[in-house]
């Protein structure tokens, strides 16, 4: 399964995103799915997850109430909804896909990565 992060770009402080996640080679449906981040000269984060049927949302405390993270199973995309976006949230963006949602730190597939970058 190849997993396809789209959605980044240059936004104002305060401003919004919508981040997708779509696969090819398989069906991203079958999959737990998480987001996480990777900010300049810091490690990768965990941002977000939801478990295969789109329940168990579980945010990083550093979003909680501003991002949200769901999925259409019948298009087979997971979605995050950035909202009130800070500077501290200029990152990469990647999703990741894993049978087990206890896994998903270490997912078995990755996304290449999408550009968020936020202005004061």
């Known amino acids: 399964v190849q997993l396809q992060a789209s959605g980044g770009g240059l936004v104002q402080a305060g401003g919004s995103l919508r981040l997708s996640c779509a696969a090819s080679g398989g069906t991203l449906s079958s999959y737990a799915t998480a987001w996480f981040r990777r900010a300049p000269g810091k490690e990768r984060e965990f941002v977000a997850l939801i478990n295969w049927a789109g329940g168990s949302p579980y945010y990083a405390d550093s979003v909680k109430g501003r991002f949200t993270i769901s999925r259409d199973n019948a298009k087979d995309t997971v979605y995050l909804q950035l909202n009130s976006l800070k500077p501290e949230d200029t990152a990469v963006y990647y999703c990741?896909?894993?049978?087990?949602?206890?896994?998903?730190?270490?997912?078995?597939?990755w996304g290449q990565g999408t550009l968020v970058t936020v202005s004061s």
């Open positions: 990741a896909a894993d049978p087990t949602l206890a896994r998903l730190r270490s997912a078995r597939y």
